[in-house]
């Protein structure tokens, strides 16, 4: 061959291999789902704020978060951890966006940048810096946020800009990892001013395959269709009710298989009641979440305590109602950083959503994966939901919902099982929800399934049980197990805990009351079947994370003093301790180990605790019944002294504290645990 027709060769070559590069990352949508390659899928998208996470530690979490099973990160850009003084933009450490941006590509995950200018997340003030309040238009009044005066969207602007520079070249269609953006949030008024900060980003130079809003609560007026795709959310509790009665609010809501889309329990402190009301013409979308409560923060006045089944729960329910994105909020918590002017947390003080006061520094959000990057139980139990749709969600994302058991339940409600149908006529999956947040559901006996022609035989349905079940997928004419993984021509199912195992095959086989084998032994030729603990984390090395290292030496120096009144603050809700409150606080000694690559978890009982690292303040916690976790390994290398300050619980306190936590005045520290990072 010569020379000339090897070049050409060679080129021809490069030619497909960029064809093929970039028609595998061509993303489009229909009503249905995202449509990536040319084939659909249903993602799950994960929220992480890399401004809450020391830059260091980026490239760790974002993998925890990939072996999760996340497919997609979300993050918001807060304009007061980047422009907390006006005209100063701050794009150093834990704020530099485009080292976090490049690491994503480096870790091969697509990125959706919500980018403000309201974002809420328990930021002071939603996110808006502080000075942005004082500024006076010619007749000197102050400027409208979150509106189209021509003062406000100039700044937006200007803050667009600086963002667009650590995103320039790490957009999708430049190979890297941008693949949307969301325009502020949970706005409820005219659709003009979200088109216009969609404007003013792509005449910037924001070019992405699409753009998204939070589809509640309803606009005023619409957005024209196809500019931004609505995005929903449900939560199992919130911290923002202010009421301190346990399941307050209609939460109840998203633990039943239903048609509507989004939730009226979101935000209530800024939204107020809601009605079940969509925007007009976003039923025509695929029905995606950013906003599924992977876990919930506490404010002082509220602290609600989240167990794992509740996310496992409302994924479940959210799946089979019909949603093709899963959007966890949280997915990683964090820690906010140190403001200059102002502490970072929301509280009842700042000029803007002075609805809460939440702590200082912790943004643990009893995430699946917290603060400190800790699995809580939920990772792992998402985790095989996660893998089912990474092989199966090509199956799944064109299937329509159907909703044999009643869509409208009273909270509690116990008479008949829920559960729903996702089906294309010919296959399906059965999607069972036999739990509901502190409501203990009864067992359903006698349950009779079917779907597509093929009836389950008559099963009971333990108290608590959330699955999924196959109907005529992958040579399964039906199961009562759930498929987990689809790898090198081995089926993964998880046996569920109550339900005797039956598997009907496609050339007659039928296997009934099958035991868990587990990955090394097949259950029949390529099927294998995995308790629980083996589903969770399948394909994941053993770790020791979370061991027991030993034990966290501490003495008592001061007894607490003065008892402090608590007052109600301008939202009607208890007020959170100031500094000065702390002065007369219970005060312990911790030593501080040599093993400083660890976690310390505070066992203790009180108000609030705060964690002062030589003097200056570097975690803290609201009291409501789980440790009060710290990461060693952020501790300056030169840290000499750690005190930890307790405010004991008063008798009577306007505070909603959950059964898990003792109530009984005082405060004490049993003991704090080393554990392994």
């Known amino acids: 061959m010569t020379m000339k027709r090897t070049l050409m060769f060679l080129l021809i070559l490069l030619s497909a291999a960029l064809s093929f590069a970039q028609s595998s990352r061509e993303v489009s949508w229909d009503s249905k789902s995202l449509i990536i390659g040319g ?96 500024i006076k238009n010619k007749e000197g009044k102050n400027i409208s946020l979150r509106s189209q005066d021509p003062l406000f969207l100039n700044i937006v602007e200007r803050l667009y800009r600086q963002i667009f520079t650590q995103v320039q070249g790490l957009q999708w269609k430049d190979g890297g990892p941008v693949i949307a953006a969301q325009f502020d949030n949970e706005f409820r008024g005219k659709g003009e001013y979200l088109m216009d900060l969609k404007k003013i980003a792509t005449n910037i130079g924001f070019d992405l395959p699409f753009y998204t809003r939070t589809g509640w609560p309803e606009l005023r007026t619409p957005v024209p269709f196809g500019e931004m795709l609505p995005l929903y959310g449900d939560y199992a509790d919130g911290f923002w009710e202010k009421s301190t009665k346990e399941t307050a609010g209609n939460y109840y809501k998203a633990f039943n298989f239903k048609a509507f889309r989004s939730s009226t329990a979101i935000g209530t402190d800024l939204l107020g009641q809601q009605q079940e009301k969509i925007s007009k013409g976003d039923e025509q979308y695929p029905f995606f979440t950013c906003e599924l409560g992977g876990g919930m923060a506490t404010a002082y006045h509220r602290r609600p305590f989240i167990y794992p089944e509740d996310a496992y729960s409302m994924a479940v329910v959210k799946l089979g109602s019909g949603s093709n994105l899963l959007g966890y909020y949280m997915y990683h918590g964090g820690t906010n950083p140190v403001g200059k002017l102002n502490t970072l947390n929301e509280c009842q003080t700042s000029p803007g959503t002075a609805n809460n006061d939440l702590p200082v520094c912790t943004y643990d959000f009893q995430a699946p994966l917290g603060e400190f990057g800790q699995a809580y139980p939920q990772y792992f139990m998402l985790r095989k939901l996660h893998l089912f749709l990474q092989d199966w969600g090509e199956t799944l994302a064109p299937m329509d919902s159907s909703f044999p058991s009643p869509q409208e339940l009273e909270k509690g409600e116990d008479k008949l099982l829920r559960w729903s149908c996702r089906s294309d006529g010919n296959r399906a999956f059965i999607f069972i929800n036999n739990y509901e947040r502190l409501q203990n559901l009864s067992e359903k ?147 501080i180990p040599e093993q400083r690559d660890a976690l310390m978890a505070i066992n203790y009982r009180g108000d609030v605790a705060r964690l002062y690292a030589d003097g200056t303040l570097v975690a803290d916690n609201f009291y409501y019944g789980r440790p009060f976790f710290f990461a060693l390994w952020r501790l300056p290398r030169d840290c000499k002294s750690l005190q930890l300050k307790i405010l004991p619980i008063q008798s009577g306190m306007p505070v909603y504290l959950p059964r898990e936590a003792e109530a009984a005045e005082g405060e004490t520290v049993r003991g704090i645990d080393l554990l392994t990072r």
Request: aromatic share 8%; charged share 30%; net charge neutral.
């Open 39 to 134: 084939k659909r899928v249903i993602p799950v998208m994960g929220e992480v704020h890399y401004s809450r996470i020391p830059a260091d530690e980026w490239q760790t979490e974002v993998r925890k978060m990939k072996e999760g099973g996340v497919t997609i990160i979300a993050t918001y850009v807060f304009w007061n951890h980047i422009e907390e003084e006006e005209g100063i933009f701050r794009w150093d450490g834990q704020r530099n966006l485009r080292r976090f941006l490049e690491i994503c590509k480096q870790e091969d995950i697509p990125v959706v940048l919500r980018l403000g200018p309201f974002c809420h997340g328990e930021v002071r003030n939603g996110g808006i810096p502080d000075w942005a309040f004082r």
């Open 445 to 591: 006996k006698s349950v009779v399934l079917e779907a597509c022609g093929v009836k389950f035989p008559k099963i009971t349905v333990p108290a608590g049980t959330v699955c999924v079940f196959p109907v005529n997928i992958d040579g399964i004419r039906f199961a009562t197990a759930q498929l987990i993984a689809k790898r090198d021509g081995k089926i993964y199912m998880e046996q569920i805990k109550g339900i005797p195992t039956t598997i009907s095959l496609e050339d007659g086989k039928v296997l009934k009351n099958v035991k868990a084998a587990g990955v090394d032994k097949p259950v029949y030729k390529n099927i294998y079947l995995l308790d629980s603990q083996a589903a969770e984390r399948l394909f994941l090395s053993p770790t020791d994370e979370g061991k027991k290292l030993g034990e966290v030496a501490f003495r008592k120096i001061q007894q607490p003093g003065m008892q402090r009144t608590i007052s109600m603050g301008k939202a009607k809700v208890a007020e959170a301790p100031t500094d000065a409150d702390f002065d007369h606080a219970a005060v312990y000694d911790i030593e």
